[in-house]
């Protein structure tokens, strides 16, 4: 049975990326929104401190890729989505887009791709 996937976009990978260990390895061509978090509570914005975290998917949903942005960053993060207009940009799009060119609390983007 097909997972049924949070948003109608998708990020097509450029290169498709092998995960696993030999001999179940599996290509990943394409990743979904998987899961979206953020922690803005009110004491911890006070201290400067918030987290988001982002899961993409393969189509399957058994290959998972993470990605965590802590404090200024993730802060960053929110206010840059939260002025976009989500009338003509999904969230999702607006989401790969920062993936793409804001490292996350490991130095980690998404490889290159598009966005579909």
């Known amino acids: 049975m097909a997972k049924k996937k949070l948003s109608e976009h998708r990020y097509v990978l450029s290169t498709p990326i092998i995960a696993g260990s030999w001999p179940n390895q ?11 978090s953020f922690n803005l509570q009110r004491d911890n914005l006070k201290a400067g401190k918030a ?8 189509a399957d949903g058994s290959v998972q890729f993470s990605f ?3 404090n200024a960053q993730a802060l960053a993060f929110f206010k840059a989505i939260d002025k976009e207009n989500f009338s003509v940009v999904s969230l999702t799009k607006k989401i ?19 966005i579909v």
């Open 26 to 36: 599996v290509s990943v061509p394409e990743l979904f929104m998987g899961a979206l």
């Open 51 to 58: 987290i988001m975290a982002v899961i993409l998917e393969s």
């Open 68 to 70: 965590m942005y802590e």
């Open 96 to 114: 790969l887009k920062n993936l793409q060119a804001v490292p996350d609390s490991e130095g980690k983007t998404l490889p290159l791709g598009k």
